[in-house]
């Protein structure tokens, strides 16, 4: 009887958070017992707010219990029948550091159990490395997490993709009004039934890692996705469009930068299959979306070359749409 009123205290938890993306994709982020603080601020930073619970899937984050040495699988700590008859066996178990995983292949819910931890830093990568779920069933319908900032003009997404240290967080900072900059680092792609990408903006974890900033992220705002431009340096500004082929192997290495720091202990058929999707959803992305490499000089007005290239992308589609639609 005490198990089954631990299980309805879960899923009544009136202190769970929903995350919404433009797909439909959805999750209920739901805390117990140790992990209430932890979870307040992790849905602090990504500005999710408080919910009932719902039919979204649920993301449950536990706490190891004191004095194990190993963790055990997910039916050990919330009895059967926790979501809706949860299946006592068949857990798979992913573990990253701190933090592990339980998925299984017949439940749409995910298991995230934490070991109690007082150091800043290692808490801020267990938030970021939390995601993972979240990610993959992105990945899953098509989308992918890209190193890339994310900027906007007249409501439409453009990101700017660079390895770290190398201009996304420069070039942000120097775009004039009426720009926006809705993060400079981690961007997520998902693409709806419509096969349309849209783009999430989502934390710059090494400023919080490094308390360089306390800011937060809304990254439930969604914008649709116009253009990709790769950045480098040059001498002078100059948008170059490249093609799908290069395009596909640009936005794969991006995202494998943020994908392959949950792809420890994976068995090597998994992690085959994960870059595998990941390179297929990249191939699909760069025939959708017009892709540039963008060199941009220390002093120039790069953002012009950036206007310049997505006024010759829709004029160059609507005359496309037009041909087509003669024949």
């Known amino acids: 009887m005490a198990r089954a009123n631990f299980l309805k205290r879960i899923l009544t938890n009136k202190n769970g958070y929903n995350l919404c993306l433009a797909n439909g994709q959805s999750w209920h982020i739901i805390p117990t017992k140790g992990t209430k603080s932890w979870v307040e601020k992790l849905a602090s930073i990504l ?6 619970p719902n039919a979204h899937p649920k993301l449950v984050f536990i706490q190891k219990e004191s004095g194990k040495k190993d963790y055990k699988a997910p039916t050990f700590r919330l009895a059967p029948n926790t979501i809706e008859g949860l299946p006592d066996y068949g857990w798979k178990e992913h573990r990253l550091g701190t933090i592990h995983i339980w998925s299984h292949q017949d439940e749409p819910h995910v298991i995230c159990e934490i070991t109690p931890e007082k150091y800043h830093e290692i808490e801020i990568i267990r938030m970021w490395t939390s995601l993972h779920s979240i ?45 926006q900059v809705l993060c400079d680092d981690e961007t997520l792609i998902v693409r709806d039934d419509q096969k349309r990408y849209l783009v999430h903006p989502f934390p710059t974890w090494s400023d919080l890692l490094w308390k360089r900033s306390e800011r937060t992220w809304n ?11 790769f950045l480098e340096q040059g001498e002078t500004d100059k948008a170059i469009p490249i093609g799908q082929g290069e395009a596909a192997i640009y936005i794969n290495e991006s995202a494998n930068q943020v994908c392959q720091r949950t792809w420890r202990n994976l068995g090597k058929d998994e992690e085959r299959k994960l870059r595998k999707l990941l390179f297929q959803n990249a191939c699909q992305l760069a025939k959708a979306v017009p892709t540039f490499t963008l060199s ?28 087509q639609n003669q024949l």
């Open 47 to 52: 500005e999710l707010k408080a919910g009932k």
């Open 135 to 179: 990610y993959q069933r992105a990945q899953d319908s098509g989308g992918l997490p890209v190193h890339a900032a994310l900027v906007s003009q007249n409501g439409i997404g453009i990101l700017l993709s660079a390895p770290g240290d190398t201009g996304k967080s420069t070039c942000c900072r120097r775009l004039p009004h009426p720009w």
């Open 219 to 229: 990254v439930q705002h969604h914008l649709p996705l116009s253009a990709i431009f």
């Open 296 to 323: 941009v000089s220390l002093s120039g007005r790069f953002w012009k070359e950036i206007e310049k290239a997505l006024y010759c992308s829709v004029k160059k589609e609507n005359l496309d749409s037009n041909n």
